[in-house]
């Protein structure tokens, strides 16, 4: 239920706080005055689209702020509370939830949840758990098919909601098995050449076996065999320099190093700073000779037969490349790819046998839904009948009493998500007229009380916390407006009501009863909202009758509309 909605600055409304509260609530006021703007504001507030065009000229930004009451342990506390937002116990089991939209005049829109920044879907998310707005547009959505279906299965509830959604489940595994049998056997020949493909490259690459990480290794093999003779070259003076094995060669390191030692050993005596210097050469000799060992067996291992190892590195090289080039680029490319086909060529391997199981599949699930399709149309037929009886005698208390809802549940010719059903509903104005589709064969007026009388059949079964009608009483006037009111203030008996109306006939119902007043002072018009009682609101109510608040007749009619509205 809304407490209080507080608006500033949206439309034509300066600043304007909107007492609420339980029962219903007839807003009234001059045209022009902002009264539609009321319900923008609750749209704003429960996550319609923003519009700059709504702040008021020469505002920053507009803000609409609501209070609601909610149950403190329901579906909406807890969603504010998964998004961080709080709610203020109230007793009773009830918590007060704040929520505040604001639209900048350079569009930007920000919504607060609960006291904490959200945006504006969560609004929308739980708009439909706190209210049910209805203007003059949801009277034309209810002659949609779709609009009308939901209708019924609203009214039915649980017998048809649990059969819906075992066939919805039962639908959907049917259409994504369809779709994949399709898919399959339009894809036949082109899966037949991935999976030849497929064979072919596992079948070359089985036969190379590539390693990974033996193309680096191979091409340092492969470079130093081709560069053998300089190696060999380079070692083998390296070593003679070192360490040379030839009788009349040029002095070597390890022999040069060994006379320098020598020659310091022979005067070292005499000088103890010599010591660690002949200590040195020592040393020296020591690595160098280590350095001669170390090239000898290099030159050892250096193969004399070089060139038959390297004609068959050069040819693993080129069976490498080959696979580089067609699965690769890299040869870790190669090896994963050869890693997934083998799976993906079970897969296409295997699509005979899953377009049989599919197929299979497929036939079941089309049994299932069938069989569920037939019980959700004899229940949905059954709630037709009920739902017809129900809203037609509200026709009559509406003053059409030779009016009935017909609900036709008729076959389609093929399943869809919602059932095999086509729902439609016809008026029939009189005994003796051929039902008629309320697009077709019902006036504003008809369809404001059918959609009336709809509405207060449903929240006796399936009650909504507010109802929001925007002019729901367009087009109707004299006895059909007071029964409208009437009917409107039975059905605030189980809901909350907020009724935005230019007639006296529905605002005499009211137990609260609100106008929005102008004032044109200067370029800008400001309105503010009052909430009336007694003389003030007799002289509303005289006024929406004849124009005139001050009347004599005006006023005496209203206080009888007032009266009558007492009485019930």
Known sequence: MINEISIRDLGVIDDAVLPLGPGFTAVTGETGAGKTMVVQALGLVLGARADSGTVRSGSKQASVEGRWLVPSAGDVATRVQDAGGDLDPQGDDLAELILLRTVSSEGRSRAVVGGRGAPASLLAELGEHLIVVHGQSDQMRLTSSTEQRAALDRFAGESVAGVASRYAAAFSQARAARAELSRLIDERDDRAREAEGLRVALAEIADVDPVDGEDVELAERAEKLTNLEDLRLAAEESRDLVSSEAIDSHPDIIGLLDTARRQLERVAPHDAALAPIVDSLASAGFLVAEVSTQLSSYLASLDSDSAAELDSIQQRRAALAVLARKYGPELADVIHFGETAGPRLLELDNDSDRIEQLGAELEDLDAQSIALASELTAARTAAAADLSARVTDELAALAMPTARLVIEVSARDELSASGADAITFLLQPHG?????????????????????????????????????????????????????????????????????????????????????????????????????????????????????????????????????????
């Not at 109707?476 to 006296?504: D, P």
């Not at 009052?530 to 009758?545: H, I, K, P, S, V």
């Open 432 to 568: 003796g007229s051929a039902p008629r589709p309320l697009a077709k064969g019902a006036s504003g007026g008809e369809l404001s009380r059918v959609m009336l009388a709809i509405e207060v059949v449903l929240a006796a079964t399936d009650p909504v916390p507010t109802f929001v009608f925007d002019e729901v009483d367009a087009g109707i006037g004299g006895a059909a407006a007071i029964e409208i009111g009437r009917r409107l203030a039975l059905l605030a008996k189980t809901s909350q009501v907020i009724v935005v109306t230019h007639l006296a006939q529905v605002a005499a119902f009211a137990t609260n009863h609100l106008t929005v007043v102008k004032d044109s002072s200067g370029a800008v018009t400001a309105s503010s909202v009052t909430q009336l009682d007694g003389d003030a609101r007799a002289a509303e109510m005289a006024r929406l009758l004849s124009g005139l608040p001050d009347s004599k007749s005006g006023l005496e009619h209203a206080r009888e509309l007032l009266d009558l509205a007492a009485a019930g």
